[in-house]
């Protein structure tokens, strides 16, 4: 086992630990054992179906050597699961394994396993213990982190759900090896949101490492999602509750990003491609509102060497565009965007007037929009 970096959330009695390093899945009960965590006598395993068939058997082997039951939930891949009905399916599938306060779910997977897991166990019995093992980079880096949790309505995404940190996070670069390249290169938009936001919080600067990314060498790896993971445990320990505008800069992207995929229901963009479009075009308001200057041409250098989409890749009209920023459940009847003043420099801007955001979006579209 390779330890990389033990990081922390601090929230005082939520305090959690965050592990990053390599070969951790495979002996997960030495790092228990070590960390001298509360000896669970059962658990309920939450997976989907690919990861499953990747992981599951590993991670049920080392339950197994911490004298742990463990009864495995499986679940369909994609966000159609992150659902109501999944949520009182798996809520049904606690009780009948007898699970009790003392006991344990677990999350192996990517966002949709840890956001329906970690519901579960916020509602179940009132709160059982969670752990998190993030197998998807974007898990890893964000969703993993900082306690939301929650599933879809048919009216819009993340509309139930409550704060519900885990006992801790295990992230096992090992995992990222057997994503499908697709959804690897996209997350890395996550990864540069980081390096757009706190630059100052890289020892190598993600620039540097983009080949090593790009091959996923697992130096690489161990020191992204290591700096990605400590930026974003400072972050929700300044502001665990997402209402004092520390977390929010998170969104940084994420306006016109969110916008793209529902405007394409969902079906063109994967997140992290529509975030990175998102940031590039937050970065061309940021320089008509600001005059920061440059910060586009150094979005677009960094974006591109990541591999990461420059322009929309599919660009929907503007007002069907602006109507879905203006639904978004933060947009309070006005656009609220993240801007950087500079690299570093985030701050939030209300009141952004729609002949900007037009503006913007039809140079960024080189005048076309289809
Ligand atoms: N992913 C944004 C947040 O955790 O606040």
């Known amino acids: 086992m390779k330890l990389f970096s033990e990081l922390r959330v601090n929230l005082g009695e939520r305090s959690y630990?965050?592990?990053?390093?390599?070969?951790?899945?495979?002996?997960?009960?030495?790092?228990?054992a070590e960390r001298g965590f509360r000896g669970w006598k059962k658990a309920v395993v939450v997976t989907d179906l690919n990861v499953g068939a990747l992981y599951l058997e590993t991670l049920l082997s080392e339950l197994e050597k911490m004298g742990i039951q463990a009864f495995p939930f499986q679940i369909p891949p994609g966000e159609k699961s992150k659902s109501l009905q999944m949520a009182y399916e798996l809520l049904k599938f606690l009780a009948?394994?007898?699970?009790?306060?003392?006991?344990?779910?677990?999350?192996?997977g990517g966002g949709v396993v840890g956001d329906l897991a970690g519901f579960a166990s916020c509602v179940f019995k009132r709160g059982t213990d969670f752990l998190v093992l993030p197998t998807s980079l974007v898990a890893q880096v964000d969703s993993s982190i900082g306690g939301k949790t929650g599933v879809n309505l048919p009216e819009g995404k993340?509309?139930?759900?409550?704060?519900?940190?885990?006992?801790?996070?295990?992230?096992?670069?090992?995992?990222?090896?057997?994503?499908?390249?697709?959804?690897y290169l996209?997350?890395?938009?996550?990864v540069a949101k980081y390096s757009f936001l706190k630059p100052n919080s890289?020892?190598?600067?993600?620039?540097?490492?983009?080949?090593?990314?790009?091959?996923?060498?697992?130096?690489?790896?161990?020191?992204?999602?290591?700096?990605?993971?400590?930026?974003?445990?400072?972050?929700?320990s300044e502001d665990e509750w997402d209402i004092k505008g520390k977390r929010a800069i998170l969104?940084?992207?994420?306006?016109?990003?969110?916008?793209?995929?529902a405007a394409t229901e969902y079906g063109t963009y994967l997140h992290g491609e529509a975030v990175?479009?998102?940031m590039l075009y937050a970065a061309c308001i940021s320089e008509e509102l600001m005059l920061s200057e440059g910060l586009s041409a150094r979005h677009q250098r960094?974006?591109?060497?990541?591999?990461?989409?420059?322009?929309?890749l599919v660009a929907p009209p503007f007002d069907r565009l602006f109507t879905h920023m203006l639904q978004d459940k933060k947009a309070a009847g006005e656009i609220s965007m993240v801007l950087l003043e500079s690299e570093g420099k985030p701050l939030i801007k209300s009141g952004i007037e729609r002949e900007l955001l037009e503006e913007c979006y039809a140079s960024f579209c080189g005048g076309e929009s289809t």
């Open 17 to 32: 630990p965050i592990f990053v390093g390599s070969s951790l899945l495979r002996e997960l009960s030495d790092l228990v």
């Open 96 to 108: 009948n394994s007898s699970l009790s306060r003392r006991d344990l779910v677990v999350a192996l």
């Open 158 to 183: 993340n509309l139930v759900g409550a704060f519900y940190q885990p006992v801790a996070v295990v992230s096992d670069v090992d995992v990222l090896e057997t994503l499908p390249q697709r959804e």
């Open 186 to 190: 996209s997350s890395l938009a996550e």
């Open 202 to 236: 890289w020892k190598t600067s993600l620039a540097e490492l983009s080949r090593e990314l790009l091959e996923r060498q697992k130096e690489a790896l161990l020191s992204v999602v290591a700096t990605s993971a400590g930026i974003k445990a400072h972050i929700v």
């Open 251 to 261: 969104n940084y992207g994420h306006t016109l990003g969110h916008a793209l995929e």
């Open 276 to 278: 990175s479009v998102g």
């Open 302 to 312: 960094l974006l591109s060497s990541l591999s990461l989409p420059l322009k929309p």
